[in-house]
């Protein structure tokens, strides 16, 4: 894989990692912490919604998005020839 490639892949590899990982953050901090008083007005299955995210919702997200990054990178490595 010559440098070129090389600086393409890894460009793509950031990407993905700048977007789950605020997906993650804008989850498990700003709705877990921060705007967990203002969720906690909706119930949804008698908890309140800020204390599912901020207990259960977060790992949840958390877990989808590394299989979505697994996907995302077997996509990626087909797409330069990286498979194994």
Do not use: C, P
């Not at 894989?1 to 997906?23: F, G, R």
């Not at 912490?33 to 997200?61: C, E, H, M, P, R």
Request: glycine residues 6%; hydrophobic residues 50%; positive net charge.
């Amino acid at each position: 894989m010559d440098k070129q490639y090389q600086k393409k892949y890894w460009k793509n590899n950031l990407k993905y990692l700048t977007i789950l990982l605020s997906i993650w953050f804008l989850v498990s901090y700003v709705f877990g912490i921060i705007l967990v008083d203002t969720l906690n007005k909706i119930k949804i299955g008698g908890f309140k919604l800020g204390f599912w995210f901020a207990q259960q919702g977060s790992i949840y997200v958390f877990v989808i998005l590394i299989f979505v990054y697994i996907k995302l990178m077997n996509k990626l490595d087909k797409k330069y020839n990286l498979e194994e």
